[in-house]
């Protein structure tokens, strides 16, 4: 079966470095997400991202974050200067069509900012 | 903005008891989704509702999309221990789609 694999599964980083989070969605998809989860709380959405472009981004998602799809299979997250407030699961989620489609999660990125 | 309200927070039962939780948007949304999560893992989706009134069953799961198109809810029928995690709604709207807070489902033995 098909699925949406992400890297590293857990990430450690001082405050203030820049982290790279990788995902690869599902290959015939289209439309590609960001959500992050901090401990215990909600799934929060960052961002959506279609034909290279983003569609729309919450107010989470400030000048800090910036989405690439640098090739044609993976789609990444960098947080330029991380905070101690970053800390969370990051999950990439991809699905074929905008809407009345399954979408799938990858298994997510433990991001830890110390 | 759009806001997915999911009620209860938690729920503890015994196993074999029932369980429901439910879901109210700000807004009319197009579509519905629910998802599981189990502790430690990603979101795995469970099913989708389209249709305003809709019911949908898996198994012991019923799902159920309001007239509106503004409520749902998913009932578990004789909970088992396997149904322990959080279970989140999904409003569908366009670009994203918008996560209530979750219900988190404990079963007792």
């Known amino acids: 079966e098909p699925e949406v694999t992400q890297t590293p599964s857990h990430q450690v980083t001082q405050m203030g470095q820049e982290v790279i989070l990788r995902c690869v969605p599902i290959?015939?998809?289209?439309?590609f997400y960001w959500y992050r989860q901090i401990l215990g709380q909600k799934v929060e959405f960052l961002v959506s991202?279609?034909?290279?472009?983003?569609?729309?981004k919450s107010e989470i998602f400030d000048d800090q974050f910036s989405v690439e799809r640098p090739d044609g299979s993976n789609f990444t997250l960098k947080i330029r200067s991380t905070k101690l407030e970053d800390s969370a699961m990051y999950f990439c989620a991809s699905r074929q069509g905008q809407q009345n489609t399954e979408a799938f999660f990858g298994q997510g990125t433990r991001l830890t900012v110390v | 903005g759009q806001q997915v309200m999911q009620i209860p927070q938690y729920q503890h039962v015994q196993e074999g008891e029932d369980f429901t939780t439910y879901c109210n948007s700000s807004?009319?949304?197009?579509?519905i989704q629910w998802y599981k999560q189990r502790p430690g893992g990603h979101p795995v989706f469970l099913i989708q509702?389209?249709?305003?009134?809709e019911v949908k069953k898996q198994k012991r799961l019923t799902f159920q999309f309001g007239e509106a198109k503004k409520n749902s809810s998913l009932h578990i029928t004789a909970t088992q221990t396997t149904d322990v995690g959080t279970y989140f709604c999904?409003?569908?709207?366009?670009?994203?789609?918008?996560f209530g807070s979750g219900t988190k489902l404990n079963v007792k033995p």
């Open positions: 290959s015939n998809h289209l439309y």
């Open positions: 999904a409003g569908d709207n366009f670009n994203k789609f918008y």
């Open positions: 807004t009319t949304l197009s579509n």
């Open positions: 991202f279609y034909n290279n472009e983003i569609s729309e």
């Open positions: 509702l389209v249709k305003s009134g």
